[in-house]
């Protein structure tokens, strides 16, 4: 009897849809990449994770073609009983030395990564500090997990000793953060937060997801571009947008907390293995060190011109030179309105509004691109200028 659920449903429905916050899909008529084609058009596209271009660049999908014939598609096991190929141990091993870590669990996500990490190792006698805009994932995760929660208000460091003060008694403090929050395009304050973790014996914990790959000298993530590297003891992140972006993730960290993940997370142990595909495939990206620093030459002058451009435009963004930039507009209507007069012109992004970001802070958040040319940037710049000039928010 399906009747009553079903009632509920379409109530529910009715109330998201009054409140103009039924999301649609738009569905892609091509591969992921710098344009695209969305209803039979070709626009330019400024809001995928695609940070080095990788999702259809021919390199990757020739190394992803052979993998298939060497390692054929599926493994249809666990990594337990008959899941684990060579290739899944080397490649935990590679990310590891990547992340500066010692060594490395594979995910089938970054979310299961998350889902699979606090219950694993935390118990009713230990404490959760989290950032309180953190991802869903980790809200998630540290929801299944019986340790007692304590959330810092975000980015504020006074607030986090306080919170580190109140849980003093616990027998583990687990301090958690993304590396780089995913609205705001800003880094978390790693240097500090693993100073007041030294002062009051907390571990420290950091979804680096928007930033391994492209942050850093050597795009190892927001631990080499804070210089706290060494002092991060455990970095989860997703093959999700850096990395080609097919799916997958890793925890990786000192050695007895990824022994103890292999014995006991339960994603890890209940969910089917990484598909050798997107092993071979990670791998083969992770090992071409020359052409991810290209890629991340080519995203950080992609960058640094389009945030330039667009202050000098008069328009109020934020964060600090990462590749997501936000284009504060304030009003959800003022955001969405733009959104569709940028997709007229070609130009595809997205805004973003109450509840996702704060009342007032409506956006529209920009992903900028190693597989965005010259042109490209400057056709959105353009766009940009003209329609903000039409709606009377620059001059
Ligand atoms: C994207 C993202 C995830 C999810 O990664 P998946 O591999 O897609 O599950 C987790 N955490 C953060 C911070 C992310 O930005």
Known sequence: MYDSLQRILKKTEDDIRSQGLWKTERELQSPQGAEITVNGKRVLNFSANNYLGLANNPDVISAAKKALDRYGYGLSSVRFISGTQEQHRKLERTLAQYVGMDDA???SSCFDANAGLFE??????DAIISDELNHASIIDGVRLCKA???RYKHHDMDDLENQLKAAQSKRIKLIVTDGVFSMDGEMAKLKDICDLADRYDAVVMVDDSHATGILGPNGRGSGEATGTMDRIDIVTSTFGKAFGGASGGFTAARQEIVDFLRQRSRPYLFSN????????TTQYIVDHADTLKQAREQLMHNTEKFRSAMTSAGFT???NNHPIVPIMLGEATVAAAIAADLLNEGV???GFWYPVVPQGTARIRVQLSAAHTDEHVNKAIEAFTRIGKKHGLIQ
């Open 148 to 150: 007692e929660r304590y």
């Open 120 to 125: 694993t190792l935390l118990a009713g006698d």
């Open 348 to 350: 595809f992004v997205i």
């Open 317 to 319: 963004i934020r964060g």
């Open 105 to 107: 669990i594979l995910y």
């Open 273 to 280: 293995s990484l598909a050798p595909v997107v092993v071979a």
